[in-house]
């Protein structure tokens, strides 16, 4: 199964907020869908899901023969993994529990089937422990949502082969996303990281009184944030440097971004901090419904994205 093209029916592995998307996705790349999890109403929720995304998807653009008819479902989950060739795990972010859930995976699929957790922080180390076939188990963690955006975070435990990462790095490409190899276990992996350095100082500025939740909010969203959308950190950053480049950058505004590092907040998520941003929110989106909010944030969305030509089937 080392062909992506040879993987025809995933396994998605609860199916909460994260599993239901992932499942929407797959279906909309013209792949059979089994999903699976044991909780009480679980199966309506996410044909519910299933059927709010699919004209997000239908926009995105949809592989040939794709239909929200090809989801099965299956509360009980060794039955659900039969005749799957891929597994997307999306179960509760539990140490412990994913350790159990990876022995019953693993137990259930033959081994040349990889095994891919969604999870935002666990190492895979911990996962593959209690496994036969340890090799097959990576990290494959999207963002939210991940019916719509592209970055796939792929790793490995201990035990994880090249094989396997380079397998399910070509497999999510093939379906049009894109991946990056976490080269070393690290908590939180790479963009949840950097999403973090961020949130510290925007925390550390409102704290100390610098600028309110809303000002930090337009500082990002119609300033740098709108170039992060298109080429990354790096990348501006050699922009900047004009003719020079990176090099002439470095050399000119090395020094003074090391010191700005040097002066970065360390906040604490104390109950008053929590309590003003809290509020700094709320007086930020007045009287706008947080549904209009998030609809407008995906119609956005999806623009950019198609524009980028980074979604669906697009380059
Ligand atoms: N929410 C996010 O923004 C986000 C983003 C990226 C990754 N993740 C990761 O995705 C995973 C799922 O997160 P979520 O936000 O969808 O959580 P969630 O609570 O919405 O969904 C978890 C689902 O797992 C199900 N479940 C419980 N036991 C199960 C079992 N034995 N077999 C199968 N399913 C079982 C639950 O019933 C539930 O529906 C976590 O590992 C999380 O770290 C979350």
């Known amino acids: 199964m080392s062909d992506p093209a040879m993987i025809r029916r995933v396994g998605v592995v609860g199916t909460g907020v994260i599993g239901a998307s992932w499942a929407a996705f797959f279906l909309a790349r013209g ?3 089994t999903a699976t999890d044991p909780a009480p109403g679980a ?3 996410l044909r519910d899901a ?5 004209p997000t998807m239908q926009r995105m653009s949809l592989a040939d023969g794709a239909s929200p008819d090809r989801l099965r479902f299956e509360p009980q989950l060794e039955r659900a993994l039969e005749g799957c060739d891929f597994v997307q795990e999306s179960g509760p972010e539990r140490a412990d529990f994913k350790a159990d859930l990876y022995a019953r995976m693993d137990a259930a699929t033959p081994p040349q089937v990889l095994l891919a957790s969604s999870s935002s922080g666990l190492p895979v180390s911990g996962m593959q422990v209690r496994c036969e076939a340890p090799q097959r188990v990576v990290l494959g963690h999207p963002f939210n949502p991940p019916h719509l955006i592209p970055l796939v975070e792929v790793g490995g435990g201990e035990a994880t082969s090249a094989e396997s990462i380079r397998r399910a790095m070509d497999f999510y490409a093939a379906l049009g996303k894109r991946p990056i190899h976490v080269r070393r276990e690290i908590l939180g992996h790479i963009a949840n990281r950097l999403q973090a350095a961020l949130w510290r100082e925007a925390f ?4 100390q009184g610098v600028a309110s939740v809303a000002d930090i909010d337009t500082a990002i969203a119609h300033g740098p944030g709108l170039r992060w959308a298109l080429m990354g950190p790096f990348m501006n950053l050699h922009l900047s440097g004009g003719e020079g480049g990176m090099a002439h950058l470095l050399e000119h505004l090395g020094g003074p971004i090391e010191s700005w590092w040097h002066d970065l907040g360390d906040p604490s998520m104390t109950a008053e901090l929590k309590a003003h941003v809290v509020q700094g929110v709320a007086d930020e989106r007045g009287a706008r419904r947080e549904e209009a909010l998030e609809r407008t944030r995906d119609d956005l969305l999806i623009d950019l994205i198609r524009a980028k030509g980074a979604g669906g089937t697009l380059p």
């Open 204 to 207: 550390h500025l409102v704290d």
């Open 50 to 54: 299933v059927r709010r995304h699919w």
């Open 31 to 33: 792949l059979d869908v």
């Open 43 to 45: 199966e309506q929720r």
